[in-house]
């Protein structure tokens, strides 16, 4: 294999890996209250956010959703800025205003995740509108779940957004839930791909645990929006390895998990990260000493990240109307 090749697929391999260290590492202390703000963890989707990002350049605009630690770390956040907004602190990448569903790295691109479900949909066509306005060649992505694409506006976001041709890529990351609702029980069809369609734009479904098979569709539809071929719709297939808020639904208290063991058993097997590193073993681009280094190395940084957060202080009270109105 050609050594940029195997360096790229690496990369591929060690942000995912990152992704899903700095999740866990939020378990232990979502659990004992040290976290106390709601933390909706993206363990098992990683796939998505990495081959999607991997496909764009630093100027290009992400926005996210409720679940979007692995968006914003995917296109270049900071992870110490993002661990310490997770724990509320001034040095966190909202000033520890945030916590973990408001998070942003303007610098990177990632311009914002809010907890209203399909909220940053319509703030995505405004960024892929002024690309197209400033003839920028930026591409703007939405990442939305597949309870967003209930929402109404996903209807406007798309005519708007065909209508214009805008550079803009649709991902719905459908796994499978909208909190504790089954897809069946609230959508009629589940092909969420097909809403494209009235609109003539081009729509499709990927195995969104297949890191590979995310990154070739998503380079397309760059290639697509940067051609003035977009906008492009792509659903990724996927699941959540945890609770739809905390690590997992029943420590919650008020909720059990409704998704059959069976299912979850299945979807484990699919595992992304795990997938990927047998992958790239089999192809010889790693072997297990270094797949052991990387992840060595990510929990080095992860583990830095949690001390720099505990030692930050919380935003102080006299601040508290800053950064309300823009100067
Ligand atoms: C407009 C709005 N309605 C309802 C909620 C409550 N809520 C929070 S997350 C969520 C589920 C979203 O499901 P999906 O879009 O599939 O994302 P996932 O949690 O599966 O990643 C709901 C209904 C909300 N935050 N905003
Ligand atoms: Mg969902």
């Not at 939020?26 to 989707?45: A, D, M, N, T």
């Not at 796994?175 to 729509?203: K, Q």
Request: charged share 25%; aromatic share 6%; net charge positive.
């Amino acid at each position: 294999m050609i050594p940029s090749r195997a360096r790229a697929l690496s990369k591929l391999h060690r942000m995912m890996l990152r992704i899903r260290i700095c999740e866990e590492s939020f378990v232990e202390p979502i659990v004992s209250g040290v976290i106390r703000c709601p933390v909706h963890l993206y363990s098992g989707q990683e796939a998505i956010a990495v081959g999607v990002c991997a496909a764009l350049s630093r100027r290009d605009r992400v926005f996210g959703t409720h679940r979007s630690h692995g968006h914003y770390l995917a296109k270049g956040g900071s992870l110490r800025a993002l661990v310490a907004e997770v724990y509320c602190r001034a040095s966190g990448c909202s000033r520890g205003r945030g916590g973990s569903m408001h998070i942003i790295a303007p610098e990177q691109g990632m311009l914002g995740a809010v907890p209203i479900v399909g909220g940053t949909i319509a703030l995505a066509v405004g960024s892929a509108l002024a690309s197209r306005t400033r003839r920028d060649r930026g591409v703007t992505v939405s990442f939305f779940g597949d309870g967003a694409a209930g929402e109404g506006v996903l209807h406007e976001a798309l005519n708007f957004a065909a209508l214009h041709k805008l550079p803009m890529i649709f991902a719905c990351e459908n796994n499978l839930y909208s909190t504790h609702m089954g897809l069946r029980e609230c959508r009629a069809g589940d092909a969420i791909w097909t809403m494209a369609r009235p609109f003539g734009v081009d729509g499709q479904r990927v195995d969104g645990n297949d890191v590979l098979a995310v990154h070739k569709v998503a380079r397309r539809a760059v290639a697509a929006c940067r051609a003035g071929r977009g906008p492009v719709f792509v659903e990724f297939m996927t699941y959540r390895l945890r609770g739809h808020v905390g690590p997992d639904d029943a420590i919650q208290g008020t909720h059990t998990d409704i998704r059959p063991a069976a299912e979850v058993a299945k979807w484990r097997r699919k595992d992304p990260i795990r997938r990927f590193a047998d992958y790239l073993v089999r192809s010889g681009v790693a072997t297990a000493s270094d797949l052991e280094r990387w992840r060595l190395a990510a929990e080095r940084e992860v583990c830095a990240a949690h001390e720099f957060a505990r030692r930050s202080p919380l935003p102080a009270m006299e601040e508290l109307e800053d950064h309300v109105f823009a100067p």
